[in-house]
């Protein structure tokens, strides 16, 4: 088969090698934008659960990723005013472009064409029997094709940092400005390196003069208000002009009605996206890579192998959907928590995922959820709260 990969990001790259794996016939060819090692972000989070089914994909690259990630420990909450709570916990981070170039170098070694800085859009497709569609959470293919697509854009602000200062254990941190509040989400991803999302409300953020100042400037108003928790490194921009002002964001959710369309398949991003605070988008991204090639391997056509692609993915992200719906949701509501006890906003805080939370006093919740615990009908409370999960999010279509 003739194959081209539209993006050269995760979910293209790592289709490309298992595509050659799978079948040295295979004519595969990634076709990036961006010049080769040029990317968007820092460092991205990942589990042990990921490690797991990249081995099973491919051993080689897996190896190249557990040796390259940087493993924190535990998870910091701190608000200011009230003091930090700490939770053992743990997880990896990985800077973007170094699981690029590991995926990017092993696609070449592979017998992969890639042609960077190369633009290809529906206008000027691709000669190929399939195009996989991975360009991204703006995709242009999706754009263009026939799969029922809607974004939803959430109410908050968020910034894409890096810093040099090595945060570890991983640091949700909660600052009080003049205008408001305004948190970051911060972890290792190297031995000099961290990402660093800054995230808040609009009224903060405009009454801060963010959308309006250039980048130099909300760095240092950034780097200001954050202090405490950079222990004097720089806040370090996506770079570009100094005089634009930073990329700020509201957060997208792609939903799509269908992931196929004729020869042209979405995967990662461009088929699906899911909120950062649940640090999941680049692992979902590489499943998506895996559950394709397993499909395309294993049924009789084409057709029937993105039709279980898509089921079988569909049901997968179910579960992640949701917890990121509700975690940016929790996150866009701040202002109903911040000024509970420290252990209470860190237990709700840890809580996010649920579809409880916000429909309950937080400290009802809480007590509640220690009673159970203590008293050891921990399990028989969660399975009706899980069954009450499954109500709620049907009634609201998550
Ligand atoms: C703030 C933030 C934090 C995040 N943190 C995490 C995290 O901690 N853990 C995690 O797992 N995920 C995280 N994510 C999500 C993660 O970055 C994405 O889910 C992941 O990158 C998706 O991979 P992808 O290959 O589908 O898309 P992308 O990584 O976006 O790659 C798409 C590629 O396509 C290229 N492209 C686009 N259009 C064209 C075209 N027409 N022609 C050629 N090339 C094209 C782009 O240049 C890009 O390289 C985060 C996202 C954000 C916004």
Redo the contacts with the bound molecule.
């Keep these: 088969m003739k194959i081209t990969c ?9 289709t490309a090698v298992l595509l050659r794996l799978a079948d040295p016939a295979h004519e595969v060819t990634v ?4 010049p080769a090692g ?9 589990w042990q659960e ?1 490690l797991e089914a990249l081995r099973a994909g491919d051993p080689t690259t897996a190896e190249q990723i557990a040796d390259a990630a940087f493993a924190w420990s535990g998870q910091d909450v701190d608000v200011e005013g009230s003091g930090r709570v700490s939770r053992p916990s743990g997880g990896y ?1 990985i800077g ?1 472009r170094h699981l ?1 170039d590991i995926l990017a170098e092993r696609a070449r070694g592979l017998g992969v064409r890639l042609a960077f800085e ?4 529906p206008g000027a497709r691709p000669d190929a029997d399939l195009v996989v569609a ?8 999706r754009r263009a094709g026939d799969f029922g697509a809607s974004v939803e854009v959430g109410a908050n602000q ?3 940092l890096g810093t040099t200062r090595v945060v570890d254990p991983f640091l949700f941190a909660f600052v009080r400005s003049p205008a408001g509040w305004l948190w970051c ?1 911060a ?1 290792g991803y190297d031995e000099g390196h961290s ?1 660093f ?1 800054v995230e808040c409300p609009p009224a903060t953020w405009r009454g801060l003069g963010l959308d309006r100042l250039d980048a130099a400037a909300s760095l240092a108003l950034l780097e200001r208000l954050f202090a405490r928790h950079l222990d004097g490194h720089p806040l370090i921009s996506p770079g570009g002009d100094p005089d634009a002002p930073l990329p700020w ?1 509201a ?1 997208r959710t792609v939903h799509c009605a269908r992931w196929s369309d004729g020869d042209v398949v979405l ?5 699906h ?4 605070a ?9 499943e ?1 890579a895996i559950a394709l090639v397993r499909a395309l391997g294993e049924e009789p056509d084409t057709a029937a192998a993105l039709a279980r692609y898509e089921r079988e993915r569909r049901a997968a992200l179910a579960p992640r959907r949701r917890d990121a719906a509700h975690s940016a949701r929790w996150l866009e509501d701040v202002e109903r928590y911040i000024d509970l006890d420290l252990p209470v906003f860190e237990a709700v805080l840890h809580r996010r995922r649920s579809a409880i939370v916000p429909r309950v006093p937080p400290r009802l919740y809480v007590r509640a959820r220690a009673v159970a615990e203590r008293h050891g009908i921990a399990r028989v409370l969660w399975d009706q709260a899980a069954v009450a999960r499954r109500l709620l999010a049907g009634r609201d279509g998550a």
């Design positions: 539209v993006g050269g990001g995760p979910a293209g790259l790592y076709v990036e934008r961006n040029v990317t968007h972000g820092w460092g991205v989070v990942f990921l981070g973007r690029l190369h633009e290809v859009g991975a360009d991204g959470a703006g995709s242009a293919f968020y910034v894409w989400h972890y990402t999302i964001l957060f995967v990662g991003d461009a088929a996206t899911t909120h950062f649940i640090g999941s988008g680049t692992t979902l991204a590489l998506d």
